[in-house]
């Protein structure tokens, strides 16, 4: 798993990171950027492939699709 980690006060987010290494960097940003502020935000996960994440959507929709299909040929089959 791979982790972004997006700032709570401006639209900054770590790239995809271990999340040791992310949390650092969240950490970095914030004594940088907002000095005094407690870091918070969100955490964002993903897959290995980070930059793929929206075609791995889309093949999870495939994915279901086809699932679908499926059901839909035993279902036909079945009479
Ligand atoms: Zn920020």
Not at 9 to 37: M, V
Not at 61 to 79: D, E, N, P, T
Request: hydrophobic share 40%.
């Amino acid at each position: 798993m791979v982790y972004r980690f997006w700032c709570g006060e401006c639209g900054f987010k770590t790239p995809w990171l271990a999340e040791s290494e992310g949390a650092q960097r969240q950490l970095d940003h914030y004594n940088k950027q907002h000095p005094g502020i407690h870091a918070g935000g969100h955490v964002e996960t993903g897959r290995r492939n980070p930059q793929d994440s929206r075609i791995s959507g889309l093949a999870c929709l495939q994915v279901a699709g086809l699932l679908a299909l499926l059901l839909i040929i035993a279902a036909a089959y079945r009479r």
